[in-house]
């Protein structure tokens, strides 16, 4: 897929509308982890210094179509004013004659912060009136929110109907280093998956099988294929509504010749919290009353074994709670045994990216995604109604 993009545009003076996804885990009133905002930055910083007029838009968690005070965007601007090393004038609002008035006062080369577009009920319903009012004061549109690529909203659609519209630098990259994955990774390919639920990784198992060579799984959505498998899980979360459909899928696999790699041990607990009495056991033989919360070192030292040799491998979802100190070992020792290894890695942004950004490892990484939802999505094949208004003809 190839993008309309800002490389050759002429922006000096002119007004533009620029879509990130600001969307950061808060501490209090401060950003606790800032890589969804360095990543736009690159884009901005073009923008502003061949004297574009900016208006950054971008959403903050999940306030349902009203005010949050919560989930203002002061933080964010805060933190974003300290990364461009210049103050960022945040607005309390996003459409209307505020907006429309900052953004005549702005001069070539600044920018200015608009409140949280999901405030409103009409950005997540793509309403055209929203998008038209959301589009009106500027000249162009620019989308660097590859995270919201697979949400049809106002601001990432809906404006495109108004405005001229072209990918940032960031959209760019993923759509980039995402589709080579599909078109010709370097074998062997694998995915390693985990993450809490097996029916949210369900997708990605099923559409990416064709893909690649292999799965490597871990976290809470392997305790749906060992019950699937037959095994005692104990109290593990699992989806047992799943399991005959996991049976069908490792069937395939096996048709196949590719390897769905399962836990050989896990790290148990009889509850989820930093105090709990934790042990390792066989993946197989969870006591009943406890529950696998972590991928145990013999899984941990096999799957590192795998990642050694191959070729690409793409990381979706922590091996267990890594919140908790007891059951963080899993995700630690796979990003320690990626980072080592010689093929490309990818992780799949959300929790995952947060995971390997606290563990100072993210620029060891061959890509980080921002998407999260998003890059599953790409990589799935599926629908992403923000890409299509951006093509390049």
């Known amino acids: 897929m190839q993008l309309r993009a800002i490389r050759g545009l002429k922006v000096e003076g002119r007004r ?26 690159p884009t901005l910083q073009w923008l502003l210094d061949r004297g574009a007029k900016v208006a950054v ?52 080369g600044s920018v200015i912060l608009l409140e949280n577009v999901r405030f409103h009920p009409e950005e997540e319903e793509n309403d055209p009136e929203f998008a038209r009012r959301l589009a009106a004061p500027f000249d162009l549109f620019v989308n660097d929110a590859f995270a919201t690529a697979h949400r049809a909203h106002a601001s990432t659609v809906g404006v495109t109907r108004y405005l001229p519209s072209y990918a940032g630098f960031l959209m760019e990259r993923e759509v980039e280093v995402l ?32 893909h690649v060579d292999g799965f490597l799984v871990g976290g ?48 148990a607990a009889p509850e989820v919290s930093a105090q709990a009495e934790s042990k ?22 096999a799957y590192a074994r795998i990642v050694k040799e191959a070729g690409t491998v793409v990381w979706t979802g922590p ?14 020792a796979m990003a320690e045994a990626l980072v080592s290894s010689k093929a490309f890695t990818v992780v799949g942004g959300g929790e995952t990216g947060e995971a390997v950004e606290k563990m100072g490892l993210g620029e060891k990484f061959g890509y980080i995604s921002t998407g999260g939802g998003a890059t599953l999505d790409f990589l799935r ?7 299509e208004p951006l093509r390049a003809s």
């Open 381 to 387: 094949g599926k629908s992403m109604p923000a890409l």
């Open 319 to 332: 091996m267990g709670a890594f919140e908790f100190a007891p059951f963080a070992r899993g995700t630690k």
């Open 57 to 108: 838009c971008s959403h903050l968690g999940r306030p349902d179509g009203r005010v949050v005070e919560e989930l203002r965007l002061g933080p964010v601007g805060v933190r974003l004013g300290e990364l461009l090393g210049r103050p960022v004038p945040r607005l309390g609002v996003c459409v209307g004659r505020e907006v429309q008035e900052a953004v005549s006062r702005l001069e070539p």
């Open 16 to 41: 533009v509308l620029f879509r990130a996804d600001l969307n950061v885990p808060l501490d209090g009133q401060r950003v606790a982890e800032d890589g969804r905002i360095r990543a736009v930055l």
């Open 179 to 210: 589709g080579g994955l599909l078109e010709n990774p370097r074998r062997p390919f694998y995915v390693l998956v985990g993450g809490k639920k097996a029916k949210d990784k369900l997708g990605v198992l099923t559409d990416l099988l064709p």
């Open 280 to 301: 390792t056991v066989p993946a197989d033989k969870i006591p009943p009353q406890w529950m696998g919360l972590d991928i145990g070192p013999e899984t941990a030292a």
């Open 220 to 267: 809470g959505v392997a305790f749906t294929f060992l019950l699937a498998r037959g095994d005692s899980i104990g109290r593990s979360v699992a989806d047992a509504d799943l399991v005959d459909t996991l049976k069908d899928l490792m069937g395939k696999a096996d048709a196949q010749g590719k390897k769905i790699h399962l836990p050989v041990d896990v790290v």
